[in-house]
C-alpha cells in the first residue's frame, strides 16, 4: 500500500511559479513510476506529466515548456515546478502511482488546489 500526499498548491497570479510536491509511503517508491493529472472545475479529471522508474518523462502539449517533473528516490518525493502559470491551469493537482505490475495508476493522493489568478 501506499499513501500520497500532496503539497505547495495555493493562489498565484498569472505569469507566476508554483512548486507541488508529493510525498509517498514504501520501501518501493523508486520502481513506481509517478503522475501529476488535474481536475478543473466541471472538467474532467486530466493528465499532466509522468515520471518513470528510469526518469524517462512526459507531458501533455498544454504544459509542455512550462513544467517539470523531477523525483527524489531517496525523499520518496515527486514534484511539479510549474512556471508561466495562466488561469487554465486553475484545478485540483493529484498526485499518482503507478506500481511496477499494475496498467493504470493504482495509487492517488487527496489532491491540492492551484488557483491561478488573471
Known amino acids: 500500500q501506499v499513501q500520497l500526499v500532496e503539497s505547495g498548491g495555493g493562489l498565484v497570479q498569472a505569469g507566476g511559479s508554483l512548486r507541488l510536491s508529493c510525498a509517498a509511503s514504501?520501501?518501493?517508491?523508486?520502481?513506481?513510476?509517478m503522475g501529476w493529472f488535474r481536475q478543473a472545475p466541471g472538467k474532467e479529471r486530466e493528465f499532466v506529466t509522468s515520471i518513470t522508474s528510469g526518469g524517462m518523462t512526459y507531458y501533455v502539449g498544454s504544459v509542455q515548456g512550462r513544467v517539470t517533473i523531477s523525483r527524489d528516490n531517496a525523499k520518496n518525493t515527486v514534484y511539479l515546478r510549474m512556471n508561466r502559470l495562466r488561469p487554465d491551469d486553475t484545478a485540483v493537482y493529484y498526485c499518482a502511482a503507478r506500481s511496477s505490475d499494475a496498467r493504470e495508476y493504482n495509487y492517488w493522493g487527496q489532491g491540492t488546489q492551484v488557483t491561478v489568478s488573471s
Open positions: 514504501g520501501r518501493t517508491f523508486s520502481s513506481y513510476r
